[in-house]
């Protein structure tokens, strides 16, 4: 991409939680080469995307804001994960609130929101639909990180148990969604 357009170019995540890696093997496992690989195919589609691209024409950076969302963790191996050091961040004690930061902003018809951990796609879906704008771009891990940000349903789900356990609650991804909700202007 630098070779044909000049400039560097960034690549973030969107909803990562829960997520399964790909299973194509591009090279013998736990080599450099498989990232290498994986970034050229990633390189190679967005390339393609390019020739139909439109210039966005007296694109401004608009509707900065930026607020604390509060997270009540109510998961009793939360505050564990971070005694043992797998949170950087200080944790409340069970029962009370922890904030964590969102960040939202337009340039030209494109709106952008980070996200303060590691959301499953339904948030992802959800969020996108309230955004607004031509296009929408969800930043995963932007800003902060709360942990693994899973549905109610999810969080009750034996096959979520690892992402579970840094998850700080079963409603975080609502209280944080509502927070956007709020900025966006979402009416029910």
């Not at 990562?16 to 970034?39: F, H, L, R, Y």
């Not at 994960?81 to 030209?108: Q, W, Y």
Request: proline share 7%; net charge negative; with cysteine.
């Amino acid at each position: 991409m630098k070779e044909e357009f000049g400039g560097v170019h960034l690549y973030v995540n969107g909803a990562i939680g829960a997520m399964i890696q790909p299973t194509n093997k591009w090279s013998a496992p736990d080599e450099w080469n498989e990232v290498e690989d994986m970034g050229r195919a990633l390189a190679d589609k967005a390339l393609l995307l390019t020739a139909e691209a439109m210039a966005i024409e007296n694109a401004s950076i608009a509707s900065f804001i930026s607020l604390e969302a509060p997270v009540k963790l109510t998961n009793p191996i939360f505050p564990l994960a971070g005694a043992l050091g797998l949170i950087a961040r200080s944790i409340p004690p069970l029962g009370e609130h922890t904030n964590c930061r969102v960040t939202s902003f337009a340039i030209g018809p494109v709106t952008f929101g980070t996200m303060p951990g590691e959301f499953v796609p339904d948030y992802a879906l959800r969020l996108r639909e309230t955004m607004g704008g031509e296009a929408q771009f969800l930043i995963c891990l932007g800003m902060d990180w709360i942990g693994y940000v899973l549905t109610p349903r999810q969080a009750s789900h034996p096959a979520y148990l690892y992402e579970r356990a840094l998850c700080p609650s079963a409603y975080a991804g609502d209280a944080i969604a509502a927070i956007y909700e709020d900025i966006w202007g979402y009416e029910d």
